[in-house]
């Protein structure tokens, strides 16, 4: 099975921290399809947590490249170094880089190109704010998202979409499972349609996920996954999510 189950540890993580999460990961880990699950440390953790739990098979990625291959650009890192490294995806687009990094629709767009021409899955986050989901205007931003990302390269050779609301991410919010699902479903229908050359490999949700609403989220026939912030900082509550994950989906 893809890639489904992603940890995005975001600014969070030590030397101690993934020694001990890895730990409690494995003990109460009780699948064997760890090559659905991927982790995204930071960068500077990438080597040491993919040298802990590689050789079980679990994918490492990070949580954002750069929009070019290479060059005077700061601070910055590239999808081939991402591969050269033993990489195999990147979250792009993630809300919290739209809005607090001003990650404009091009250099998600270049982003996307970048990870297509080094072999790195992307997961392309999208997701409404609550003022759009109040206005019942969910779809169309969503459709735009899409548009916005895709339009200049419309045949990706793989493509993860997380739908991530941004008023559900470190919220304790989610929306109602049976909405998630109608709103993956439109995703399906509008990279099918309007990119019909791209891979879609699935749609994943992101916003909240926890050990507790997990088993609801992932009874929808059309939620292929989940990309989890908070809970996923927990070795065990993640092992825990990754074994009801495994009851419904493997
Ligand atoms: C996220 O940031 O992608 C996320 C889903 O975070 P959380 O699980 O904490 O809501």
Redesign the pocket.
Known sequence: MSLRLIA?W?LNGSIKFIKSWSQLFLENFNGDNFNSIGIAPSSLHFSLTKDLLIEHGINIGVQSIDGEQFGARTGEISASMVKDLGGVFSIIG???RRVLFQESVESISRKLAQANMNDIVPIL?IGESFEENKANITQDVLEGQINDALKDHKDLSSLII?Y?PIW????GKTPNPKDINSVHEMIKDVVQSRFPKTELESVIY????NKSNALELFEQKDIDGA??????LDGKDFALIANIFNKLKV
């Open positions: 995005n975001k993630h809300s919290e986050c997380a991530e559900a991410i470190g919220t992101g916003g909240s996920v990309l989890i912030g908070g809970a996923s």
